[in-house]
């Protein structure tokens, strides 16, 4: 084979892996736009979402719908079944006919204690003491009764003890510097408990933190129940169980007439 024929066989070869590269890229972008163009199903806002509502109540509530959009416009992040987002909550507001996106929604834990709240549900920090507080035994979760102390009419002696609130979430345990340093229970409001009351109760709960004496009691974890409501005070507690010679041997029948 001569040099001349040589080259031009390379040339040639040369042509035609060029021609093949052109026509596999040129299949390749072919394929890929009729991919783009495929219509891909894909959930959206029926309505506006407001920022903080949990995908849960969103899918409850009739707020997604599924549609159809082609590939190339699916956002990034893009659902394809409303229970990718049923524990997690809206950071930010979706409006409607957008594209539902994970990136546009966040765990409750990083949504901070906002994202616990719903209709008349509030928060309030409430401080107090170690054992008031179940300081190192509450957790954050856990459900607490309060029971409070207090005097009435007010100013007199006469002290009644009852449970104010029941069945109430602790949303932040006591924790943090107080914590770590070990400060006592001497310290009154070295600690702090975060609730969530109803924009009711808070009333009950702020008077007693302000006039009473009151405490915290740890409910079950599961199966809680309650007894039925009660007062007491120091004639109760001595009156209950007691039989009646009794009651007319220690004098309690004259304190039982002037009541």
Do not use: C
């Not at 054992?131 to 309060?146: E, F, N, P, W, Y």
């Amino acid at each position: 084979m001569t040099y001349r024929v040589k080259n031009i066989t390379i040339a040639v070869a040369l042509a035609l892996v060029a021609a093949l590269l052109t026509s596999f890229y040129v299949t390749n972008y072919q394929r890929s736009v009729r991919t783009g163009e495929t219509n891909v199903p894909v959930w959206v806002a029926k309505q506006d979402i407001p920022a903080g509502t949990s995908g849960a109540v969103a899918q409850r509530k009739g707020l997604l719908e599924k549609s159809e959009v082609v590939r190339r416009s699916v956002v990034p992040g893009a659902i394809s079944n409303p229970d990718q987002v049923a524990e997690l909550v809206a950071t930010q507001p979706i409006y409607a006919g957008e594209q539902v996106s994970t990136r546009r929604f966040a765990s409750p834990s990083q949504r901070g204690v906002r994202s616990q709240l719903a209709g008349v549900q509030r928060a309030i920090a409430v401080p107090g003491d170690q054992h008031q507080l179940l300081v190192g035994t509450l957790k954050a979760g856990d459900r607490v009764d309060v029971v409070a102390s207090w005097t009435f009419p007010e100013g007199s002696q006469n002290h009644y003890t009852r449970i104010i609130l029941r069945d109430i979430e602790v949303l932040r345990a006591p924790g943090g510097a107080a914590v770590a340093e070990g400060i006592g229970s001497t310290q009154q409001g070295a600690y702090a408990a975060t609730l969530a009351v109803t924009d009711t109760q808070v009333q009950k709960l702020y008077w007693a933190m302000k006039n009473g004496v009151w405490h915290f009691e740890l409910r079950p974890p599961a199966d809680a129940a309650d007894s039925p409501e009660n007062v007491e005070s120091a004639y109760s507690l001595l009156r209950e169980g007691v039989r009646q010679k009794q009651i007319d041997d220690t004098g309690l029948a004259g304190v039982e007439a002037n009541r």
